[in-house]
């Protein structure tokens, strides 16, 4: 995850200081990824959060959050964008996730 997010960031212009690497979350299930996104120390002016992790648990935490996606699991590269429906980071619940995108290699 932390290569991807290194090449992401390189291709996107995204400022290296931003990205925020975990290792206890290295092969982490959908449940620590929800709680890393809700105990995290984003700022509340934070409105976008880029998740990158490994299946299954990025898959299982994306089926989650869109009980519409009809998805067994996300493939390398695969991105899903949602919306939170939150006002707090704390507040981040699967339950009020909405589909915005699915873009897959």
Not at 38 to 61: C, F, K, M, W, Y
Request: one cysteine or more.
């Amino acid at each position: 995850a932390q290569q991807t997010a290194d090449i992401f960031a390189l291709n996107t212009r995204l400022a290296p200081a931003k990205i925020i690497f975990e290792p206890a979350l290295y092969n982490a299930s959908a449940d620590m990824l929800a709680d890393a996104i809700r105990q995290s120390s984003l700022p509340e002016s934070a409105d976008t959060l880029l998740v990158i992790a490994h299946n299954p648990g990025i898959s299982q935490l994306a089926i989650q959050c869109a009980a519409d996606l009809a998805l067994g699991h996300l493939p390398p590269c695969g991105m899903v964008l949602l919306n939170a429906g939150i006002r707090s980071w704390a507040d981040f619940d699967v339950r009020h996730c909405s589909l915005l995108s699915l873009e897959l290699p």
